[in-house]
């Protein structure tokens, strides 16, 4: 690869998610008003899969109206449980909120991925994972929320699933990148089939 694709994204495991798998990248965050845009399209009424990609899209387009010739990554997730929309968590008390809801419920990760060259769309997917959260009693939600709140303050839902998270969970239906939030085989099989990547 000549040059190293762009992650337009602030999110320290989706670098860690490439970089494990060899992807060379360099992040540049955009600057993208995403809970306006978020508002917006509840508003319109749009389905969660068309929010995650739109939200991804605005990242890509952002960095690579910036970046001409450069092949840029933009991603983005959301969670929707009865058609509710759950962002990430703003404080403890919203995240203890946040997991009474997803307790002993059914909830969907959209995992939306958009890629841009020269200001234009040329690649999109959206991957979505069933995850099926156990019964969790309040005095777990609190250990739980006092030990991993640092961390998780930052993810979709509140959790890990390459962590603690995964006690969380009965069940997952779906592709294990998309809970990370970057789909991460359509990626590359798009790299590599563009010749960006070598096998």
Excluded at 170 to 184: C, E, N, Q, R
Aim: hydrophobic share 40%; charged share 25%.
């Amino acid at each position: 690869m000549s040059q190293p694709i762009i992650l337009a994204s602030g999110s320290k495991i989706r670098s860690e998610v490439l970089t494990n798998a060899c992807v060379d990248h360099e992040i540049i965050k955009p600057m993208v008003d995403e809970d306006m845009i978020l508002r917006s399209l509840i508003a319109d009424k749009a389905q969660p899969r068309d929010i995650a990609d739109t939200l991804a899209e605005f990242k890509a387009r952002k960095i690579s109206d910036k970046n001409p010739g450069r092949v840029v990554l933009g991603c983005d997730q959301v969670l929707a449980i009865d058609g509710q929309i759950l962002q990430k968590p703003t404080s403890k008390d919203n995240l203890k909120e946040h997991l009474n809801l997803l307790s002993g419920q059914r909830h969907f990760l959209m995992s939306a991925a958009v890629i841009y060259e020269d200001s234009k769309p040329v690649w999109r997917h959206v991957g979505v994972a069933r995850l099926y959260m156990r019964a969790l009693s309040d005095a777990y939600i609190q250990a739980y929320i006092d030990r991993n709140w640092e961390e998780v303050q930052y993810c979709v839902g509140g959790y890990q699933l390459e962590k603690e998270g995964s006690r969380l969970f009965t069940k997952v239906d779906g592709d294990y990148f998309d809970v990370l939030g970057i789909p991460l085989f359509q990626i590359v099989n798009y790299l590599v089939l563009r010749g960006i990547l070598k096998t």
